[in-house]
């Protein structure tokens, strides 16, 4: 099946897929041993840093032959795709899913680039996201605000093709300093005037009963990633600051297995 007939089948049974981005192998495996557990459909996706880092050929492969190898259903996305140029190579590779983001542009080229990104994925029967709106990324400033206008994304939606749009109602990529609260009327709101599956991205952090009642009013995708890396590092430094080991084959399982839980955790969630 691909992404967006599934996208349709959540939509109309209230839940949302699971998108956890990977960095190494050991992510890989933690990912997919928890949607095994749970024999749940998981999204993988890859950002422009993580396929600078592992090759975007072979991080691709990394992802399919682990679908395949854990008898997982599950697709390959570009996360936060800077250009279109990156669009389109990820669509030659093999990618099923990927994601435009213009959120920072001016809205009338954010839906003409959006709109170049669906054209291209046509020839392959790919999935498209794009982003509308100002959910804070790493580094950026989470004070400033820029919340999803319903009628902007009507428009968008309408005008580009697109057929997942990320939205911001709250949240924030990272770690947050304080509970994030999340603008569910503006989310009703949204999906009451659009069709395309709704995008919760900053998933990290955000308390798990508020990830529910987001599922619940129309979300269909939850990013999760920094939780992923950061559940990672803080096992493997506990476990060397109390050991000399060099075998990593010894050192990194400890930590995948963290990552394994904390996925198993996030499925229930969103199922």
């Known amino acids: 099946m691909n992404l967006q007939d599934k996208f349709k089948e959540f939509r109309q049974q209230k839940k949302a897929l699971l998108a956890t981005n990977f960095y ?33 050929r072979n991080a691709y492969n990394m992802g399919k032959t682990a679908l395949k190898y854990y008898g997982v259903e599950g697709w390959i996305h570009l996360d936060h795709g800077g250009s279109i140029e990156l669009v389109k190579l990820c669509l030659e590779t093999g990618f099923d899913s990927v994601m435009f983001d213009g959120s920072e542009l ?37 004070e400033k605000t820029g919340f999803t206008e319903p009628n902007d994304a009507k428009v968008f939606v309408e005008q580009t093709g697109v057929d997942a749009l990320a939205v911001a ?71 060397m600051a109390k050991n000399d080991e060099i075998d990593l084959r010894k050192v990194f399982p ?3 297995d963290a ?12 199922s």
């Open 24 to 56: 190494n192998f050991e992510t890989l495996k933690g990912i997919m041993l928890a949607a095994q557990s749970k024999q749940s459909p998981i999204i993988l996706q890859l950002t422009q840093s993580s396929i600078d880092y592992m090759g975007l």
């Open 106 to 142: 001016p809205f009338e080229q954010n839906i003409e680039l959006s709109k170049q990104a669906v054209k291209l994925a046509k020839h392959y029967g790919a999935n498209v996201e794009a982003e509308l709106g100002y959910v804070a990324k790493l580094g950026q400033s989470t």
């Open 169 to 239: 109602i709250g949240t924030a990529h990272g770690f947050y300093k304080e509970e994030p609260n999340l603008d569910f009327e503006r989310l009703i709101a949204i999906k009451e005037i659009t069709n395309a599956a709704l995008v919760l991205h900053g998933g990290s952090g955000v308390p798990h009963e508020q990830i529910k009642k987001a599922v619940s009013l129309g979300i269909n995708k939850v990013n999760i990633a920094t939780e992923i890396k950061n559940t990672f590092m803080e096992t493997l430094k506990l476990l």
């Open 259 to 270: 990552v394994e839980t904390l996925i198993k955790q996030k499925l229930e969630i969103v």
């Open 254 to 256: 400890p930590a995948t």
